[in-house]
Antibody, heavy 117, light 108 residues
């Protein structure tokens, strides 16, 4: 069955960097676009970024554009989120999500990123 | 950016009643790009409805979606105790993709 497992979260100081990973299994990773979605504590869901199946196109939320980079390694069935110049408002649980024409049906369990001095 | 506005913010109902949740888009959305999710505390969101009216795998038929253009609705009939949660709509028709702010369905 399909599994998505995020890792790499933690506590980081403002202005520093962090890289999240999402390791997947149970499906042909190289044929699906992948998203990152985040949720600040007690708040709603915010879409962050999407990367096409082959890594050829990517789109970002305005709030992270120029600071975050989504990438993938299809040989490792893994999608990444490189987060630079982190701010307090980036504090959130970050979920990776598999894209599909029948809906975003598979989500990881999330990894918490806390930006604090 | 396509802003999605959900109403109401909070809905208080009793088990057995029906719930109607609204999602209104600032601009017209193709129906295939509108989805609904349920989220319970401490859990990842769960897909309920995609393409405005198609139920995801394993979702009970008391959940139904409808609408087109700028106005979409999630209806939950015969509320069960496990249905009390937060519900979000999502548009994936144009980047940046956007979620509604959520509707909290609480037990009256």
């Amino acid at each position: 069955q399909v599994h998505l497992v995020e890792s790499g979260g933690g506590v980081v100081q403002p202005g520093r960097s962090l890289r999240l990973s999402c390791t997947t299994s149970g499906f042909t990773f190289s044929t699906f676009a992948m998203h990152w979605v985040r949720q600040a504590p007690g708040k709603g869901l915010e879409w962050v970024a999407v990367l096409s199946h082959d890594g050829g196109s990517q789109f970002y939320a305005d709030s992270v554009k120029g600071r975050f980079t989504i990438s993938r390694d299809n040989s490792k069935n893994t999608v990444y989120l490189q987060m630079n110049s982190l701010r307090a408002e980036d504090t959130a649980v970050y979920y990776c999500v598999r894209d599909h024409s029948s809906g975003w049906n598979y989500w990881g369990q999330g990894t918490l990123v806390t930006v604090s001095s | 950016e396509i802003v999605l506005t959900q109403s109401p913010d909070t809905l208080s109902l009793s088990p057995g009643e029906s719930a109607t949740l609204s999602c209104r888009a600032k601009y017209r959305i193709g129906s295939i790009y509108l989805a609904w999710f349920q989220q319970k505390p401490g859990q990842a969101p769960r897909l309920l409805i995609y393409a405005a009216s198609s139920r995801a795998t394993g979702i009970p038929d008391r959940f139904s979606g409808s609408g087109s253009g700028t106005d979409f609705t999630l209806t939950i009939s015969r509320l069960e105790p496990e249905d009390f949660a937060v519900y979000y709509c999502l548009q994936s028709g144009a980047t940046p993709y956007t979620f509604g702010q959520g509707t909290k369905l609480e037990i009256k």
